[in-house]
């Protein structure tokens, strides 16, 4: 069956750094638009970076640009966010996902699967 498992996720300071991974199975992952959301406790689920099937498109939300990069391997069937220069507004619960239609979209009803999600904490 479809599998997304995040991983990376932690306790991480103000200014710091810390690389998400999101391990795709049961599905061919290159054919896959895939996006990263993340959900803070009380706030809806928000948008924050998308990566078209080759990898050669990427989007961004406006609070994380010049920050955060999204890269895939397709041969590993992973996604990747490196997240640089953290802020406590970052503190969040992200999730992978993934696009059949591999629109590279904000819009999370726009995706298929989702993964379980990884706990991201950035104290200040």
């Known amino acids: 069956q479809v599998q997304l498992v995040e991983s990376g996720g932690g306790l991480v300071q103000a200014g710091g750094s810390l690389r998400l991974s999101c391990a795709g199975s049961g599905f061919t992952f290159r054919n896959y638009a895939m996006g990263w959301f993340r959900q803070a406790p009380g706030k809806e689920r928000e948008f924050v970076a998308a990566?078209?099937?080759?990898?050669?498109?990427?989007y961004y939300s406006d609070s994380v640009k010049g920050r955060f990069t999204i890269s895939r391997d397709n041969a590993k069937s992973t996604m990747y966010l490196q997240m640089n220069s953290l802020k406590p507004e970052d503190t969040a619960v992200y999730y992978c996902a993934a696009d059949d239609a591999g629109r590279g979209s904000a819009l999370a009803n726009y995706y298929d699967y989702w993964g379980q999600g990884t706990q991201v904490t950035v104290s200040s």
């Open positions: 990566i078209k099937r080759t990898g050669g498109s990427t």
